[in-house]
């Protein structure tokens, strides 16, 4: 059974960092992409982050790139999200999802952590 349980998120000022971790339990964690995305109230769930099965790879959204870094350990089956120079507009409940060994589709997602940034 898989599960993805994130953690990390909270209150901070504009200009702030956090780091949010998702803990992923199940079996081969390091052999599949994993990906953050995030909801905002009354809008629809966007991707912001994405990293290959070993870390050799990401990508980003044009709203985070630059301030935003995704990076994974495998050894201890966790992918982080840090995030620097938050602004208001990144206030979002975050979500990570493990994505399928082949295509783009993410199948497996966690429930959630809140991230408000206050102006």
């Known amino acids: 059974q898989v599960q993805l349980v994130e953690s990390g998120g909270g209150l901070v000022q504009a200009g702030g960092s956090l780091r949010l971790a998702c803990s992923y339990s199940g079996r081969a964690f390091s052999s599949y992409g994993m990906g953050w995305f995030r909801q905002a109230p009354g809008k629809e769930r966007e991707f912001v982050a994405a990293i290959n099965w070993n870390g050799g790879s990401t990508s980003y959204a044009d709203s985070v790139k630059g301030r935003f870094t995704i990076s994974r350990d495998n050894a201890k089956n966790t992918v982080y999200l840090q995030m620097n120079s938050l602004k208001f507009e990144d206030t979002a409940v975050y979500f990570c999802?493990?994505?399928?060994?082949?295509?783009?589709?993410?199948?497996?997602w966690g429930q959630g952590t809140q991230v408000t940034v206050s102006s």
């Open positions: 999802a493990r994505r399928e060994i082949i295509g783009t589709i993410y199948n497996y």
